[in-house]
Nanobody, 121 residues
Framework: QVQLVESGGGLVQPGGSLRLSCAAS????????MGWYRQAPGKQRELVAT???????NYADSVKGRFTISRDNAKNTVYLQMKSLKPEDSAVYYC???????????????WGQGTQVTVSS
């Protein structure tokens, strides 16, 4: 069984920084694309950033230049470094990972449980 465990959320003042982590555990063959999404109250879940296994990255326009996604394949972990945080960044942040659980089988999407990020003075 595969689990994604997120950590690093919390309350931060505008202009502050936070670093989110998401670690995959359990039995699987390989991780592929990893990413972060967020959902604010009353809004749809939206893409924040993704990173491929070869470190190609993609960011939402609203976070470009402020957020950095990275991964450590040896630790099966994806990170999101967030700087210059704004109140509009407040949301529940979810990690998403494409996993090939068994060799020869297709990719399966897994989601973390979500971690709250609140940016407020």
């Amino acid at each position: 069984q595969v689990q994604l465990v997120e950590s690093g959320g919390g309350l931060v003042q505008p202009g502050g920084s936070l670093r989110l982590s998401c670690a995959a555990s359990g039995s699987f063959f390989r991780l592929y694309s990893m990413g972060w999404y967020r959902q604010a109250p009353g809004k749809q879940r939206e893409l924040v950033a993704t990173i491929t296994r070869t470190d190609n990255t993609n960011y939402a326009d609203s976070v470009k230049g402020r957020f950095t996604i990275s991964r450590d394949n040896a630790k099966n972990t994806v990170y999101l470094q967030m700087k210059s945080l704004k109140p509009e960044d407040s949301a529940v942040y979810y990690c998403n990972v494409e996993i090939r659980v068994v060799v020869g089988r297709g990719l399966v999407d897994y989601w973390g449980q979500g971690t709250q990020v609140t940016v407020s003075s």
